[in-house]
């Protein structure tokens, strides 16, 4: 009997193990994968504008090293998602892009602007992107529980709109003074890690 119950406990864990691995981890296609625009534009706030640092060591500079492509930097500092739905079709989709970055939501969550605001802004600005034939990708700024209900909302999102998700941006940075120019922006080398990590994120929708 117990030989019997230890098949079944090893049957019905495979089956999840089997689940998992089909359903869990599966990728989905990202809108516009085969984009003709001619911009990669950086979309966001204060982090994105690189704030205490110059322009050319603020992650969208980088990121055009790394790419090897010209990325137009259009963060404000300050924004909120509201801000930058407003500012839209002046500083992103005038420039007919193939790729846009967005990275709002910490001013979002330091003015206590309802979640579900913010994820409607990005969820506005995601699509207005795309039916101007570029791919989108968003950005998760949260730092373990700290805005884990955006990095949630964030995810979602990105799969119901197809878009890339890029999580944990700021990682092992917002917690490290080293890392920091003040208590809550990147330094130049906190720069470099979100340049490398978003490369690694759209990389390969690029080389198609």
């Known amino acids: 009997m117990k030989k019997h119950r230890l098949t079944r406990f090893f049957f019905y864990w495979t089956l999840v193990f089997l689940f998992f691995i089909t359903f869990g981890c599966a990728r989905y296609e990202v809108k516009n994968i085969n984009s003709t625009g001619r911009q990669i534009i950086c979309f966001g706030n204060s982090i994105t504008a690189g704030s205490g640092v110059s322009q050319n060591q603020a992650y969208p500079f980088v990121l055009s090293e790394?790419?090897?492509?010209?990325?137009?930097?259009?963060?404000?500092?300050?924004?909120?998602?509201?801000?930058?739905?407003?500012?839209?079709?002046?500083?992103?989709?005038?420039?007919?892009?193939?790729?846009?970055?967005?990275?709002?939501?910490?001013n979002d969550f330091l003015i206590r602007l309802p979640l579900s605001q913010t994820i409607n802004n990005v969820q506005i600005m995601t699509q207005a992107i795309q039916a101007k034939g570029a791919m989108v990708a968003i950005a998760d700024?949260?730092?373990?529980?700290?805005?884990?209900?955006?990095?949630?909302?964030?995810?979602?999102?990105?799969?119901?709109?197809?878009?890339?998700?890029?999580?944990?941006?700021?990682?092992?940075?917002?917690?490290?003074?080293?890392?920091?120019?003040?208590?809550?922006?990147?330094?130049?080398?906190?720069?470099?890690?979100?340049?490398?990590?978003?490369?690694?994120?759209?990389?390969?929708?690029?080389?198609?």
């Open 66 to 106: 790394l790419l090897e492509f010209p990325v137009i930097n259009a963060g404000q500092s300050g924004d909120t998602s509201s801000d930058g739905l407003r500012r839209l079709e002046r500083d992103v989709l005038a420039y007919q892009p193939r790729l846009v970055i967005i990275e709002f939501g910490g």
């Open 141 to 208: 700024v949260s730092c373990g529980i700290i805005m884990e209900n955006y990095r949630k909302g964030y995810k979602r999102l990105a799969r119901q709109t197809q878009a890339i998700f890029i999580p944990n941006l700021l990682k092992g940075i917002i917690t490290n003074p080293s890392l920091k120019s003040d208590p809550l922006h990147p330094n130049a080398q906190g720069h470099r890690i979100i340049a490398e990590r978003i490369y690694q994120a759209v990389r390969p929708y690029l080389k198609r």
